[in-house]
T-cell receptor, first 117, second 111 residues
Framework: ETGVTQTPRHLVMGMTNKKSLKCEQHLGHNAMYWYKQSAKKPLELMFVYNFKEQTENNSVPSRFSPECPNSSHLFLHLHTLQPEDSALYLC????????????????FGPGTRLTVL | GQSLEQPSEVTAVEGAIVQINCTYQTSGFYGLSWYQQHDGGAPTFLSYNALDGLEETGRFSSFLSRSDSYGYLLLQELQMKDSASYFCAVRGDTGRRALTFGSGTRLQVQP
């Protein structure tokens, strides 16, 4: 248990569906992240939020829409996805690594295994 | 841009020592991290090196040489439960919070 929870753990959706992934952290962190992990590929950063503000968007297609209502919650809204979007979506949190004395430690949730049919 | 290279697979026997290397290219450098991920699980933090040298945490040690853009993770007294994927990661660019991860090294520990 890392203090970061994600729901749902598994999701199957059609290409025309709209769904949302939820992430919650109980660690008092300021920064939250979405990563995509596909088979045989490195973890790919999607978005970074710090104090609810999006600070990085790694050229993610607009069919992925993040939302960060507060420092503890992060959502990823999905619509009109493609089969190649099937992957494990991981949420992580950390103290702001731009602050002094940071060790860059990120705490990951268990992920949502997404299958797009 | 940033890139990291690490071997895709390593096999070792219980009780042995294994070293997983990582070379990186970054425009800046703040530190090299290592994460472990078991099949079906989330990545978990193992170690972090910001300065040259060896950091030891129990059976695991991590080394960094900034001049060589190189680091390694050393696992001693291997146990079956150490079978997992190991990722190195850097936060290299000024002002960025995100980590860039290597493609991972799958370690298989055999009896």
């Amino acid at each position: 248990e890392t203090g970061v929870t994600q729901t749902p753990r598994h999701l199957v959706m059609g290409m025309t569906n709209k769904k949302s992934l939820k992430c919650e952290q109980h660690l008092g962190h300021n920064a939250m992240y979405w990563y995509k992990q596909s088979a045989k590929k490195p973890l790919e950063l999607m978005f970074v939020y710090n104090f609810k503000e999006q600070t990085e968007n790694n050229s993610v297609p607009s069919r992925f829409s993040p939302e960060c209502p507060n420092s503890s919650h992060l959502f990823l809204h999905l619509h009109t996805l493609q089969p190649e979007d099937s992957a494990l979506y991981l949420c992580a949190s950390s103290q702001d690594p731009l602050l002094a004395a940071s060790t860059d430690t990120q705490y990951f949730g268990p992920g949502t295994r997404l299958t797009v049919l | 841009g940033q890139s990291l290279e690490q071997p895709s697979e390593v096999t070792a026997v219980e009780g042995a020592i294994v070293q997983i290397n990582c070379t990186y290219q970054t425009s800046g450098f703040y530190g090299l991290s290592w994460y472990q991920q078991h099949d079906g699980g989330a990545p978990t933090f193992l170690s972090y090196n910001a300065l040259d040298g060896l950091e030891e945490t129990g059976r695991f040690s991590s080394f960094l040489s900034r001049s060589d853009s190189y680091g390694y993770l050393l696992l001693q007294e291997l146990q079956m439960k150490d079978s997992a994927s190991y990722f190195c990661a850097v936060r290299g660019d000024t002002g960025r919070r995100a980590l860039t991860f290597g493609s991972g090294t799958r370690l298989q520990v055999q009896p």
